[in-house]
């Protein structure tokens, strides 16, 4: 895929950039516009413009990207997982507040 440098690049040419990985990822797993629209639950117009870079909603990049197998993108957009507080318990550690 291409190299994305946010340095250099405005913010159009990263949301194009974007749309042009979600084509990318489309064609590579040889699927239409109108397969993908059905699968995702979006409309053929939303997938164009996303593949355009036209500025994609958040949810429409989540949904495209479950369609291509390739929703661990997001991950290092989310907060690492919680140790719940029972955790801490079993574990002999001591609770802290933050």
Not at 17 to 39: F, N
Not at 62 to 81: C, H, K, N, S
């Amino acid at each position: 895929m291409m190299n994305i440098n946010s340095e250099t690049l405005t913010d159009r040419e990263l949301l194009e950039k974007v749309g042009e990985r979600l084509r990318a990822l489309r064609k590579a797993r040889k699927l239409t516009v109108t397969e993908v629209s059905s699968r995702a639950g979006l409309n053929r117009t939303t997938v164009h413009r996303a593949e355009a870079g036209d500025n994609p909603t958040l949810l429409t990049v989540i949904r495209l990207l479950r369609v291509y197998g390739r929703l661990e993108a997001l991950a290092e957009f989310l907060p690492p997982a919680e140790v719940s507080p029972m955790e801490l318990v079993r574990q002999g550690r001591k609770l802290t507040r933050g």
